[in-house]
């Protein structure tokens, strides 16, 4: 045995991208479990932004009705934004994005493992408690049950593509409103299709297209997403 | 490398760029005046009176050709975006940075003629339809881009970081067009659609045409000097624009 041979007998096996994004989102879950109270604050968001639109249009039944869906998911876009900073710009600050980036993992899944934790910790909760705010604009059976399952096809989507106007704004002056100026445009298809799925539901016609429009843009924006949010990670920490 | 071969890269550097550039401002700047002079002698004294929308509808001689050039414009700054981001030349991303500010103002054009259009023909500035909607968001997107560059100070990130957005933005605004065309269709029904205009006379087809090589050209010119004044500003420090500004002064 040669040396060489002896040396690439004990390096450790290649890193690979599943395990990328394991690690990853293993570690971007635990770090959100231990500060509760910040998942707790961007729920309430949520709630809050919602209990607002009917005080300010009235109580009218019917015009809550046809209100619900959108303000329902422009309420979650709101939320979905709101969070975005967590994102990558703790990790920037302190230097770990840094050494995640000189990590064996390639980047991309790496990116593609935080990504779905936040989903896990934040666009989740959101799909969870919006039938119960959808009840409150008289959303009934089917509605809530399409309302939920749109939420989860589509709240993923808005943080992989949060996730490269996240990337793109760190350490810049202004973040925050910069931040929602280049995100919420690339928002606009996951509304229309989002909240049109619940409104084909509420005057009688299937929502099948519209959710398979929301799936397809979910598998688009996984496959792209990380991609180009490790490329701007990698312009940002040059 | 052989000497038959035409060395395309030359003009990728700046340093030779600008003097070509302001060669070409002249040729361009010119074509686009006698051009534009030429649609609008079509379309306000060749062209005649539509039966059903009378005098207003000669916006449009303007109103089309900006909102084709808006989306052009986008989509070259975005080709000079993958450029700078694949050839890694600079010159490609002053391009893109040149272009936007051009690209938001026919965006804008393209806005404000259709509001004052839409005002005696709908009877409203504004409906939502498919293409005022996302004409609007076209223009945030422009309007993303350049506040991107503006809040990043190192040009070079700035760059990178720009072009990454103009071509998520390239890819959206397809899906941004039909999701909206789509969503508006389940909305409304009133409203008169632009797709179903009567048929044109060749006259003020020929004159839309006109204005639109006009604005083209237009674009290019004012490009090509925003570029100069982008090559000069981030290129102070070589010795070549030291040496022309000595020239210029002399």
């Known amino acids: 045995m040669t040396p060489l041979d002896a040396v690439i007998a004990e390096a450790p096996p290649p890193a690979g991208a599943w395990g990328g994004i394991a690690w990853s989102a293993s570690r971007d879950l635990k770090l959100a479990l231990r500060s509760k109270a910040e998942l707790g ?78 989903w896990t910790s934040t666009g989740l909760p959101l799909a969870v408690v919006s039938p119960l705010l959808g009840l409150q604009f008289g959303l009934r059976g089917d509605e809530l049950v399409v309302l939920a399952v749109a939420l989860l096809l589509g709240t993923p989507t808005l943080s992989l593509l949060g996730a490269i106007g996240a990337a793109l704004t760190l350490g810049v002056r202004a973040g925050g409103g910069l931040l929602a100026l280049l995100v919420l445009p690339l928002y606009v298809p996951i509304l229309i299709f989002g909240a049109g799925a619940v409104e084909a539901v509420c005057v009688g016609l299937g929502a099948g297209s519209q959710l398979s429009l929301l799936a397809a843009a979910l598998l688009a924006a996984g496959v792209g997403a990380p991609v180009a949010t490790a490329a701007a990670v990698r312009i940002a920490l040059e | 490398m052989t000497t038959a071969s035409i060395n395309w890269f030359r003009f990728a550097s700046p340093a030779s760029f600008f003097p070509l550039a302001g ?81 938001a103002l026919f965006t804008f054009l393209a806005l404000w003629t259709g509001a004052l259009w839409g005002k005696p023909t709908w009877g409203t500035y504004w409906a939502w339809d498919a293409r005022m909607t996302s004409e609007l968001i076209l223009l945030f997107l422009y309007f993303g881009y350049m506040a991107l560059r503006h809040a990043i100070d190192d040009p070079r990130r700035a760059d990178r970081a720009s072009a990454v957005l103009a071509l998520v933005g390239a890819v959206n605004v397809p899906i941004i067009y039909f999701s909206v065309k789509w969503w508006n269709t389940l909305h409304q029904g009133a409203t008169v659609s632009l797709t179903t205009a009567p048929k044109m006379a060749a006259v003020m087809l020929t004159g839309m045409l006109v204005m639109a090589f006009a604005a083209w050209f237009y674009s290019i010119a004012m490009a090509l000097m925003r570029v100069r004044a982008i090559i000069l500003e981030r290129e102070k420090h070589t010795n070549w624009v030291a040496d022309a500004a000595r020239q210029r002064a002399q």
């Open chain 2, 23 to 103: 060669r070409l401002i002249p040729w361009f700047a010119t074509s686009a005046a006698i051009l534009a002079a030429v649609a609008l002698w079509l379309g306000f004294a060749v062209a005649p009176t539509d039966a059903t929308q009378g005098e207003a509808y000669r916006i449009i001689f303007i109103h089309v050709p900006a909102a084709w050039m808006s989306m052009f414009i986008y989509l070259v700054m975005a080709f000079w975006c993958a450029m700078s981001l694949t050839l890694n030349t600079r010159l490609a991303a002053m391009m893109a940075q040149a272009l936007a500010p051009t690209g």
């Open chain 1, 41 to 118: 604050v961007l729920l309430l968001f949520y709630v809050i932004v919602v209990t607002l639109f009917p005080l300010g249009v009235g109580p009218e039944p019917a015009l809550l009705r046809a209100l619900g869906p959108g303000v329902l998911w422009v309420a979650s876009l709101l939320a979905s934004l709101l969070s975005l900073p967590r994102l990558l710009a703790s990790d920037f600050a302190d230097g770990t994005l840094e050494q995640i980036a000189l990590s064996p993992f390639p980047l991309p899944a790496l990116i593609a493992g935080k990504i779905a934790a936040h």
